[in-house]
C-alpha cells in the first residue's frame, strides 16, 4: 500500500472512534468455571452418594471431553503444585521446541537439586529425551535443560506463565519449570485439571505421560528410565500424567484414565501421605457419574488465540526524524482487542504531520 496522507484532525477523529476498542474489558463475574467452585468445601452433585474421603486438602474430578466437572473440593485453593507443575512446563514447550534438537546441559542444569534423571554436561541429548526425563523421572535437571533450549529460564517462565493465562489457569504462577518450591508460585486443582485437558489434546504429550519406561542416553550408552505414576501399572485404562512431592507442598497428583472411550481427570493437592488408593477410587467414582449426573462446574475452554495484528511502520521526508512504532496493544481476555498504531514524523515549521502507514499481517 503507498504512503497516504491524513490531517490531524481526521486522524484523531478515528482515534476517538477506536476508543472503546482500545478499553479494558470487565472483569469476569464469580469464580471461574462457576459459582459452586467458589468455596473450600465439598461440592457434590445432587441425588449421589459422595466421592470416597481423600486426605487432600483439594480435588477435583471432571470429564476430560465435555470439560463437565463432576465433583469437587477447594477446587481454586491456590497451594504449592510441587512436580504436577511441570505438566504446564510440558504443555508450554511441546509445540515449540524441535524434539530432535541435540541439548548441552549447562553445569546449573546438571546441578538442580531434587529429582533428576542424572543429565551430564555433554551434547548427547535431544529434546525428546528431556520431555521424557520431565514427565517420567520427573527431573529437574530436565526441566532446567529444557528452559535453556527455550531460550532461558527468563523465556520459560513468561511462556509457562502466558500459557497459563490462555488456559485461564488463574490461580497458577510459575516461578520455576520444575516445581520446586519457590515464593509467590502456586496453583490449584482446578488449574491442574484445565492444563491436563490441555494436554491430553496433544498427541506428544500423551505419549510421554503414557510411557511406563524409555532407554535415556548416558555418556556410554544408554540406561533405563522409568515412569514415577504407579496407576501405569495397576489401573484399567490408565493414561498416565504427572505426580509430585515436596515438603512443603505434600503430596499432589494429575491424572487420567480412558473407559469406553471417555476420559476422566483427577487432579489432587496437597496430601499428607499415600494417595495411589484415594486416587484410584476417585477415578472409579468419576466413571460411575459422568453422564449421569448434573455437573457442579465446568473447566473452561482456553482463550481464543491471538488474530494477526496491524502494525504501523512511517515513512517520512529525508529531513524528518522517524519515528518508531508502538508495539501492539494485547488483547484482553474476554477476547481480541483490535489496537490502532500511530507513527508520526514531524515536519520542519509545517503545521501538518505527515502519516505513512503500511498494514503488515503479523501471526502471533
Known amino acids: ?10 486522524l484523531l477523529a478515528a482515534v476517538a472512534l477506536a476508543g472503546p476498542a482500545l478499553a479494558d474489558p470487565p472483569a ?65 514447550l511441546i509445540p515449540k521446541l524441535d524434539r530432535n534438537l541435540k541439548v548441552k546441559p549447562s553445569r546449573n542444569a ?26 517420567l523421572s520427573s527431573g529437574n535437571d530436565a526441566a532446567m535443560a529444557l528452559a535453556e533450549a527455550n531460550g532461558g529460564l527468563a523465556t520459560t517462565l513468561a511462556d509457562m506463565n502466558a500459557e497459563a493465562k490462555r488456559l485461564q489457569a488463574n490461580d497458577t504462577v510459575a516461578k520455576t519449570p520444575s516445581g520446586l518450591d519457590k515464593p509467590g508460585q502456586s496453583s490449584s486443582a482446578y488449574d ?22 524409555s532407554r535415556f542416553p548416558a555418556p556410554k550408552g544408554y540406561y533405563e528410565i522409568g515412569n514415577h505414576n504407579k496407576l501405569l501399572w495397576r489401573y484399567k485404562g490408565m493414561v498416565g500424567i504427572k505426580n509430585g512431592w515436596t515438603s512443603k507442598a505434600l503430596g499432589s497428583f494429575v491424572g487420567a484414565a480412558t473407559r469406553n472411550g471417555h476420559t476422566i481427570i483427577v487432579t489432587i493437592m496437597r496430601h499428607e501421605g499415600y494417595f495411589w488408593d484415594e486416587v484410584e ?60 498504531i ?23
Request: aromatic share 4%; net charge positive; no cysteine.
Open 1 to 10: 500500500m503507498g504512503t497516504k496522507l491524513v490531517p490531524v484532525a481526521a
Open 28 to 92: 469476569a463475574e464469580g469464580p471461574l468455571g462457576g459459582d459452586q467452585l467458589a468455596g473450600k468445601g465439598l461440592v457434590v452433585p445432587a441425588g449421589v452418594k459422595a466421592p470416597p474421603k481423600t486426605k487432600a486438602t483439594s480435588f477435583v474430578i471432571a470429564d476430560a471431553e465435555t470439560g463437565q466437572v463432576l465433583a469437587a473440593k477447594n477446587p481454586h485453593g491456590r497451594l504449592l503444585p510441587a512436580s504436577t507443575l511441570k505438566t504446564l512446563t510440558a504443555v508450554a
Open 110 to 135: 546438571v546441578n538442580q537439586e531434587g529429582s533428576a534423571v542424572g543429565l551430564s554436561t555433554k551434547p548427547i541429548y535431544k529434546v525428546d529425551d528431556l520431555f521424557k526425563a520431565l514427565m
Open 192 to 213: 491442574l485439571a484445565l492444563i491436563a485437558r490441555a494436554g491430553l489434546a496433544n498427541a506428544e504429550f500423551r505419549r510421554y505421560v503414557s510411557l511406563k519406561s
Open 281 to 340: 477410587k476417585l477415578l472409579d467414582w468419576g466413571f460411575a457419574a459422568r453422564g449421569k449426573v448434573v455437573p457442579v462446574g465446568v473447566l473452561v475452554d482456553p482463550l481464543p488465540a491471538q488474530p494477526a495484528v496491524d502494525q504501523v511502520t512511517v515513512r517520512a521526508k529525508p529531513s524528518a526524524p522517524a519515528v518508531a512504532p508502538s508495539p501492539a496493544a494485547r488483547p484482553g481476555a474476554s477476547g481480541p482487542v483490535s489496537a490502532l
Open 342 to 364: 500511530i507513527g508520526a514524523g514531524v515536519l520542519g515549521g509545517a503545521g501538518w504531520l505527515l502519516y505513512g502507514i503500511r498494514r503488515r499481517r503479523t501471526a502471533r
